[in-house]
Structure formats: structure tokens, C-alpha cells
């Protein structure tokens, strides 16, 4: 399976934009790439996904290299409550494999 | 909508006991995963059902995990017999189909377990 390498942890402060990165060098032309987050004591929940091209939605926004080995979070201005471990994980025909995640600390 | 349902919420057992997890996935839901979360650690998938047959099993440690779907709705994971290093949280997904790449997984709250 292509594995994914993410920091370990990243620092923000309240109402700034995060940059979440991560590397996949070894993406194929198949893989989507996800992002998921997890708050503390509870399940991940899903955050955005994809491709090619670059993806917003109400949560985040998902900037994607053109040669697709590396991508970024971005959350455009950080609260409190997006204090959590963020995966960036690849998916092909259901299957998926979950690193160590970034926790994100917001600092007030 | 009602989300992935998971029970019990926390179990503490001593080594050599048996447990058991229940999951209620989403409504309609066709694919069903659990994942095993030690403390610190992402996820690690641990057996992956397509209504009720097994599609992933390679990463359950068969000579003490079982699962199984009975009529491709709920679940169960059972763990016979327990060793400390099973203390971990147990997550149950769902999802609405397999084989789709952009398929989104919905996660219950999990079930944290303490073998003492």
C-alpha cells in the first residue's frame, strides 16, 4: 500500500490559516487522497477528498501537487475546535491505510 | 441520520477473558470495517465486510479475533482470549459501498479497552 508521511505536530493560533502538509511520493495514478480528522475520544470523521485538482468545501480546502506526491490542508482560519490529528490517508477500491496523523494544536 | 452505533463504550477485563463489540453501522450501508486504535497510533484496520461476507481479513490475528456480520447488518468482534496488548480503542466504520475510491467512511465513537 503507498504510505503517507505527515509531521508529527504543528502549532496554530486561534483565527489564523493552517497548513497541513503531506507527502506520498509514491501515489499511483489511481489513489484519492482523503483527509480525515480525529477529535479527542472520538471516532475520525471525514474532511475532504481528492484527485487531480484542488477541492473546497464548508470545512477545508485540499491543495493537491501537480505531480500528486504531496498535498495540503488548509483550514482558513483555525478555532479552538480544530484541535485534533489530522490523517491524510490514500484510498483505492475501498482499501486505505491510516498513519500517525498531525495533531494540531490552536493555541487562544 | 443516525450515526454508526457502538456498544459497549469501555470494557475492562483481565488477561485470559473473553470480550465482546457490537456495531450498528448507518442505515443502508453495505460495507462495514474495524479498526483497532492503540493509544497514540492511527487506526490500523483489522477486518473489512462487504454486506456479510469477508473482503480484508489479512491483519486480524485469527488465533484470538473473530468477527462476523450475520445478515449484513450489525457486527460483531470478538477478542477469546485477551491479552494486554489488545488494550486499545475499537472503532467501528461504515460505508455505502466498496471499491469506490471516494467512498466517505463514517466512524462510531469506539470502545475502549482495558486488559489488565
Known amino acids: 500500500d503507498a504510505k503517507t508521511t505527515q509531521p508529527n505536530s504543528m502549532e496554530s493560533n486561534e483565527e489564523e490559516p493552517v497548513h497541513l502538509p503531506c507527502n506520498h511520493s509514491?501515489?499511483?495514478?489511481?489513489?484519492?487522497i482523503h483527509w480525515y480528522r480525529q477529535l479527542p475520544s472520538q471516532g475520525p470523521e471525514y474532511v475532504i477528498h481528492?484527485?487531480?485538482s484542488n477541492v473546497n468545501n464548508r470545512m477545508a480546502s485540499l491543495a493537491i501537487a501537480e505531480d500528486r506526491k504531496s498535498s495540503t490542508l488548509i483550514l482558513h482560519r483555525a478555532t479552538l475546535r480544530d484541535a485534533a490529528v489530522y490523517y491524510c490517508?490514500?484510498?483505492?477500491?475501498?482499501?486505505?491505510?491510516f498513519g500517525d496523523g498531525t495533531t494540531l494544536t490552536v493555541k487562544p | 441520520e443516525a450515526g454508526v452505533a457502538q456498544s459497549p463504550r469501555y470494557k475492562i477485563i483481565e488477561k485470559r477473558q473473553s470480550v465482546a463489540f457490537w456495531c450498528n453501522p448507518i442505515?443502508?450501508?453495505?460495507?462495514l470495517y474495524w479498526y483497532q486504535q492503540i493509544l497514540g497510533q492511527g487506526p490500523k484496520l483489522l477486518i473489512q465486510?462487504?454486506?456479510?461476507?469477508?473482503?480484508?481479513d489479512s491483519q486480524l490475528p485469527k488465533d484470538r479475533f473473530s468477527a462476523e456480520r450475520l445478515k449484513g447488518v450489525d457486527s460483531t468482534l470478538k477478542i477469546q482470549p485477551a491479552k494486554l496488548e489488545d488494550s486499545a480503542v475499537y472503532l467501528c466504520?461504515?460505508?455505502?459501498?466498496?471499491?469506490?475510491?471516494?467512498?466517505?467512511?463514517?466512524f462510531g465513537p469506539g470502545t475502549r479497552l482495558t486488559v489488565l
Open positions: 466504520a461504515s460505508s455505502l459501498a466498496l471499491a469506490i475510491s471516494t467512498d466517505t467512511q463514517y
Open positions: 509514491t501515489i499511483s495514478g489511481t489513489d484519492y
Open positions: 481528492g484527485l487531480t
Open positions: 490517508i490514500l484510498r483505492f477500491a475501498g482499501k486505505s491505510t
Open positions: 442505515s443502508g450501508h453495505a460495507t
Open positions: 465486510f462487504q454486506n456479510n461476507g469477508v473482503v480484508d
